[in-house]
């Protein structure tokens, strides 16, 4: 009797590092360059045949088809792209009720470091426009240009109207495109978001007449039109990105007028957070320009600006958003030498959203480019 006791211990000691490993081993899921938490469930084409409903805090399935059986309280849900849901879902689980024959899941969203334990994500792509389909047009927007060398995304401005009042009208003519390059690394380590690097390239053209038969004056940005992407898959995180492409005006002119500019700029931002801190490297960009004389008699105060808001949307919630509005303005004074001027220049920002990162705040990077003097009434 007097061995029983060593033996046992010996028995348990020989277990307890089995034990241990199989914990370990357990710890989560990779997928790609991504360890998954281990309480994430992974939804796909067959649990996704059985969904019939979904809203911001409801998932309802019909029956517990492949790892909807797998799902407690505690999983966060990793949910791919089908019909009823276009941009994947990442949703915390707060109770599960069967209702007859269906399984009704209450969640709230996720953040990302809630689903991920280790890894790094990487979205890098550039978008071009055979990978988007047009969501949305004003009239007076002609989506296919005569342009193919530009391979982004590019609407043509035909007779677009920006004002009316009685019989005065002021119209825009020409093309607006944008191809963006999008760079976006994101590390975590031990559920918990440590670095985040991006590049954004944006390639634009801003080309815009403006003609009116009479003056004008006020402010209007007009939605020309909006484009979604085709979902982009890494590593079961999914991304799609939006552009909505904008134009209008702000100011006032007196009388008739005829003016336009092309603007071509390539414009680089570059930021990035490490040991929770904020960095920023100086904005860069390139720019060619080309403009029409203007047909003008009285004063003027007019700007007219165009350009795109592209949106980098995770799982449904923006983790990233750009603006970069062109604009020409068209100064004219009749008691002043030069008689009129013709400025060029950029609004816009990079900005980090917080909701899916877990940040208090957004975070954004100002990427306005002053405006310069490019001609006036006593050129040459």
């Not at 277990?15 to 281990?38: A, H, Q, R």
């Not at 007859?100 to 990302?112: H, K, M, P, Q």
């Not at 590019?154 to 007779?159: I, Q």
Request: glycine residues 8%; aromatic residues 8%.
């Amino acid at each position: 009797m007097k061995y029983i006791l060593p033996i046992n211990v010996m028995i348990m000691v020989m277990i307890l590092p089995t034990g241990c490993k199989k914990d370990e081993f357990n710890w989560g899921e990779n997928v790609g360059n991504i360890t998954y938490s281990g309480n994430v469930v992974f939804l796909g084409d067959k649990e996704l045949a059985s969904l019939k409903e979904v809203t911001a805090n409801r998932i309802v399935f019909t029956d517990k088809a492949g790892e909807i059986e797998k799902i407690t309280e505690m999983s966060i849900l990793v949910v791919g792209v089908s019909q009823k849901t276009p941009y994947g879902l990442l949703r915390k689980v707060n109770s599960i009720q069967a209702s007859g024959t269906e399984i009704v899941i209450t969640t709230t969203d996720a953040l990302l470091a809630d689903a991920i334990k280790e890894g790094t994500i990487q979205f890098q792509k550039k978008l071009l426009e055979k990978d988007f389909r047009l969501k949305s047009k004003t009239d007076g927007v002609l989506v296919k240009g005569p342009d193919k060398s530009f391979d982004g995304l590019a609407v043509t401005l035909d007779n677009f109207e920006i004002f009316t009042n009685g019989t005065k009208i002021a119209r825009l003519n020409g093309a607006i495109g944008i191809s963006p390059e999008i760079d976006i690394t994101i590390i975590i380590k031990s559920n918990k978001l440590i670095g985040i690097n991006l590049v954004t390239t944006l390639n634009k053209i801003d080309e815009v007449t403006v003609s009116s038969n009479g003056g004008f004056s006020g402010s209007k940005e007009i939605i020309a039109a909006e484009f979604i992407h085709s979902p982009v898959i890494i590593d079961s995180l999914v991304f799609v990105p939006e552009v909505t492409i904008s134009c209008g005006f702000d100011g006032t002119i007196s009388g008739e007028v005829t003016s336009g500019v092309r603007q071509d700029r390539v414009i680089t931002s570059k930021m990035s957070y490490l040991n929770s801190k904020w960095d920023e490297e100086p904005l860069t960009q390139t720019v060619s320009f080309d403009f029409t004389k203007p047909q003008i008699t009285e004063n003027s105060d007019l700007e007219i600006f165009s350009g795109p808001e592209i949106n980098i949307l995770l799982f449904g919630v923006p983790v990233q958003d750009i603006k970069a509005t062109g604009f020409y303005s068209l100064e004219a004074e009749k008691t002043s030498s030069p008689f009129w001027k013709l400025y060029i220049g950029s609004d816009g920002y990079n900005k980090v959203k917080a909701n899916i990162l877990g940040f208090n705040d957004d975070h954004s990077l100002n990427m306005t480019i002053k405006a310069s003097e490019i001609s006036n009434a006593n050129s040459k």
